[in-house]
């Protein structure tokens, strides 16, 4: 009889949860956790783990040392797109294929991008602050001159399954969509630019790229400085695609208008950062993809990827080249 696969779980998705998402898979999996939500507790989890369900937190990161520490490992399965929480070079050069979640919360953060635009273009979020201080901002807000959504020209950075389904949702709305990404989609219904034209036609720039060592630092002060005055930043992206500082400056020398940022340069924001007192800036903790049939449709991801790979099933989604055929060691 074939010894039942090591599954390491790795938190915040609880253990109650990946027990009952598992049970069906029985006797084939042997599903386990850290004793301790730490560093040693990781190390110590790993030293057997075959199949490792990420922590999309970071807190707990796969990093070099954490990868040298798992001798049998096989396969990283992130519920999540992103893998910044992994040393994606370390497991590439161990031959271990790495999958990511792409696509789980596409029409969740898509949503969230269009919502945040409209919340700017009206100045929701200002209207409601000042009323619940006692204030009737009703022309203060006229003269700051409210928009409506379908008249912005929208810029998407990134066209992977959160940016065209960004897109599709503003053009449904009678927007005039733009793209950038660094392969051009032929059948794509939005109009491919450059990115600095891209930057320099859009009044609402919507970032939904991975943050990969070529992204990082991609919207920098001097990019961002080619935005049309009065434009709007929404980044469900990564912190560090925008930098913060760089985002502030935008803001206070008006180049930008507004923004709404579900992430951040590091994470949980901190307590006295300055984007948490600007009157300009619509905050969300990392929760653009958050919905209920998101979560729903992570958790089965997860499932069915792990469950293909303890079958000897080809694995989907792999980011980083390595043969899907998950093998043992």
């Given at each position: ?54 922590d ?118 009678g ?20 990115l600095d034209d ?73 307590d006295?950062h ?53 093998k043992?060691?």
């Amino acid at each position: 009889m074939t010894a039942p696969w090591r599954v390491l779980s790795l938190p915040p998705i609880g253990e109650d949860v990946m027990r009952g998402l598992f049970a069906p898979l029985g006797d084939a999996v042997e599903l386990r956790f850290p004793r301790t939500a730490d560093r040693a507790g990781l190390h110590a989890a790993l030293a057997d783990a075959e199949i490792v369900i990420g922590d999309f937190t970071g807190r707990l990161a796969l990093d070099a040392a954490a990868v040298a520490a798992a001798p049998h490992l096989a396969f990283v399965q992130m519920p999540a797109v992103g893998t910044d929480s992994l040393d994606v070079a370390a497991l590439t050069a161990r031959d271990v294929p790495v999958a990511n979640a792409a696509g789980y919360n596409r029409r969740g953060v898509a949503e969230w991008a269009v919502g945040a635009a409209f919340a700017l273009c009206r100045q929701l979020v200002r209207a409601d602050r000042e009323m619940r201080a006692g204030g009737w901002p009703q022309m203060e807000i006229v003269e700051r001159r409210p928009r409506e959504l379908h008249a912005q020209r929208v810029g998407i950075v990134g066209f992977g399954a959160i940016g065209s389904e960004t897109a599709r949702l503003f053009q449904a709305l009678g927007c005039d969509v733009s793209y950038w990404t660094r392969r051009p989609r032929p059948e794509a219904s939005a109009t491919y630019r450059a990115l600095d034209d891209l930057v320099a036609s859009s009044d609402v720039l919507v970032l939904a790229v991975p943050l990969t060592d070529e992204t990082r630092g991609l919207l920098g002060p001097d990019r961002l400085a080619l935005l049309p005055d009065g434009a709007l930043l929404v980044n469900v992206a990564r912190g560090g695609i925008a930098p913060d500082d760089a985002v502030l400056a935008a803001l206070e020398s008006g180049r930008l208008a507004g923004a709404a940022l579900d992430v951040f340069d590091a994470e949980p924001l901190a307590d006295d950062h300055p984007l948490r007192s600007h009157d300009r800036v619509l905050l969300s903790p990392h929760l653009a993809g958050a919905s209920d049939l998101s979560q729903v449709n992570l958790v089965v991801m997860v499932r069915d990827n792990v469950a293909a790979a303890v079958r000897g099933d080809r694995v989907q989604n792999v980011v980083n080249g390595v043969d899907p055929q998950v093998k043992r060691r």
